[in-house]
């Protein structure tokens, strides 16, 4: 009983003695917090002074873990953008201690960073892929990703060639048989992407531009070229003008030989650039709806080469095909006319 009265009594001793505590801390806040910095600061490369610290701070949080965590979550809700923006203040002016800091952490738990992971990645397969597809279907995402992807390769293109190229010569056998299946098991995939591809590409302007150099400096050079480019271009035109449907399959596939025209219409006038390839029965007088016409309308033998002022001034008239002399004739008085 007597033990009980004691225990009592201190109770009621330690109850007063924190309510006067408190009131003192209210009535002398300043004078309290001055005190406690000036102390700090005149211990704090102590050892002693930083292990009791440290040994009440842990304490304290273990006596008020939910009443801090709590609070945490309080402070966070309320001030999202403070923190962001502080979060982001302290990064800026403090990056290369961070990151060095981040290094050296790393390195020392490297491999229970690394084994941890593995163990995550085995339990959560499908939340990461779920994640990651969710992430990368992010249009902003897949901009920005495929703008680093493309800074990278051109910054390091020789080292990616050779890492490639190593890579290749170590595991030639298990690419090409993986390559190989690949395409068999994703032919309708692959044509897919490589059509759309070459449209993206080809609609690019320096694609554009490129080609028609290309093209131009080749008419120049090879005459055969030259020929069946006027070829194609004309036949196009004809089919746009006089059928229903247009040019809709290759030129092969209308029973037209290429070969075969610019082997009939050799030799080629040297003077190129002013002739034309002239149709002796002109395509107007065929139906180009019917596939049998159009063969006979582009066969070698209704092809000649005429003039350009003579081809013009024939038209889509049928004229029996004139000699060299006439052709000479008509030519100087079409000139002078």
Known sequence: MLKLLKLNKMKTKEEKKKEYNRE???RNRKKV???????????????????????????????NKEMISIQGKEYKQKNKQKIAKRDKEYYENNKDKINEYKKGWYQKNRERILEERKEYNRNNKEIISKKGKEYRSNPEVRKRQKEYSDNYRRKNRDNIKESDRKNYQKNKDEILKRNKEYRKNNKEKISKQRKEYRKEYESRTEYKLRRNNNRKQRRKIDKDYLIKERIRSNFYLSLKKYSETGKIKPLENYGINMKAIVEHLRPFPKDIKNYEVDHIIPLVKFNHNDSKQIKRAWSPSNLQWLPKEINLWKGDRLIIPMTEEQKEKLLKKLQKS
Do not use: C, V
């Not at 005190?35 to 304290?60: A, I, L, T, V």
């Open 24 to 26: 003192y801390h209210k």
């Open 33 to 63: 917090l001055k005190r406690q910095k000036e102390y700090r600061d005149k211990n704090k490369d102590k050892p002693s002074f930083k292990k009791s610290k440290k040994e009440s701070g842990k304490r304290y949080y273990e006596k």
